[in-house]
């Protein structure tokens, strides 16, 4: 079957590796080449959500982030280029006794959801990697991945299976879209409003090299030690913006996190990003058909937790492409989409 992906940020790289290596004849169409938008960020933090309030939206993002470890490694595998993926494992800081006694009973909670595949506990700080309290929450789930190097890795892979990544060519088969913030501010629900919005990101990276220790969580920021000897710190999340350049505000950010990690403190910025992410209005991913459009479908929305959310994504809209089997979440599906209406 040939398959059409309109987008080749994460979700549309993943769902053509998905679909490729099921044996589909892959095409992905990026007036902008891949990785071109949010997806090519520094950052790369994979983070579960709390073991506590369960729900179908942090179930799915589990299933995927423990899948994780062997779809990757096949990407890395089948394309001959790194991801830059390893579960490193996160830390964060425990600052009262109050936090203390909710970091115990998500321990416990993540005994039971996390289904010993991983560990939630409470531990003393590392002396030389240490988000400024003695006392941590580190959880084994928790990994870290190169945005832009997945984002080729994905690539390579697709086209060693002989999928084709372009800028452009006329629709074959089935078409998905993962347009990222632009496509989904244009899709409407029954009411006439917006499905979701983009909100600007901006972060950096260190010359630092803490590549074997975990990633830190503090201050609301993620702090990633990635493979390569650099270390990514981000990031904001700006509703109003002019343009998808850095500013002022990151040197906001930079100075919150040098205060909160002092082992950052005199390490070499080399290079500062910005980019506009994809924010469906449920917060959640938006996976499905296309109402109203028959042979078009949807994966947009990975608003902070693309990457980890990819490969579950991926191969979930692949079922449903190839075979028509549906078993995406209620609170990802596009059922909530206005039947799609040509332009005039």
């Not at 779809?71 to 936090?99: H, K, N």
């Not at 347009?179 to 409407?188: A, I, V, Y």
Request: contains cysteine; glycine residues 12%.
């Amino acid at each position: 079957m040939d398959v059409t992906i309109l987008g080749a940020g994460i979700f549309g790289l993943a769902c053509g590796w998905a679909l490729t290596r099921r044996g589909a004849r892959v095409r992905i169409v990026d007036p902008n080449g891949p990785a071109s938008g949010s997806s090519g960020g520094t950052v790369g933090a994979l983070a579960p959500h709390v073991p506590e309030q369960w729900n179908e939206k942090k179930a799915f993002q589990l299933d995927s982030l423990l899948m994780a470890d062997a779809w990757w490694a096949e990407v890395a595998q089948v394309g001959g280029s790194d991801p830059g993926y390893a579960r490193t494992g996160r830390l964060q800081p425990i600052p009262d006794d109050a936090a203390l006694i909710r970091a115990e009973t998500r321990a416990a909670h993540a005994r039971d959801l996390w289904r010993g595949a991983a560990t939630w506990r409470v531990e003393s700080a590392p002396e030389d990697w240490s988000p400024g309290t003695d006392r941590v929450i580190r959880d084994t789930l928790t990994a870290r991945i190169h945005p832009a190097r997945a984002c080729d890795a994905l690539l390579c892979a697709i086209r060693a299976r002989g999928g084709d990544v372009t800028t452009q060519a006329p629709p074959q088969g089935p078409v998905l879209h993962a347009t990222g913030w632009q496509g989904l501010r244009d899709m409407r629900d029954a009411r006439g409003r917006t499905m979701g919005t983009g909100v600007k990101g901006q972060a950096a990276l260190l010359q630092l090299d803490r590549r074997d220790m975990p990633q830190l969580f503090v201050d609301g920021l993620h702090v990633v030690p990635h493979a390569d000897g650099t270390t990514a710190i981000g990031s904001t999340s700006e509703r109003e913006f002019d343009d998808a350049l850095p500013d002022a505000r990151l040197d906001d950010l930079l100075t919150r996190a040098f205060a909160a990690v002092p082992a950052l403190r005199g390490a070499r910025v080399i290079r500062r990003w910005a980019g506009i992410r994809p924010r469906a209005r449920s917060r959640a991913p938006l996976l499905g058909p296309w109402p109203g459009r028959p042979g078009h479908f949807i994966a947009n929305g990975g608003f902070k937790i693309g990457f980890g959310m990819a490969p579950k994504v991926a191969e979930v809209m692949a079922d449903l492409i190839l075979e028509g089997r549906d078993h995406i979440p209620p609170a990802f599906a596009t059922t909530e989409l206005a039947p799609w209406t040509p332009p005039d």
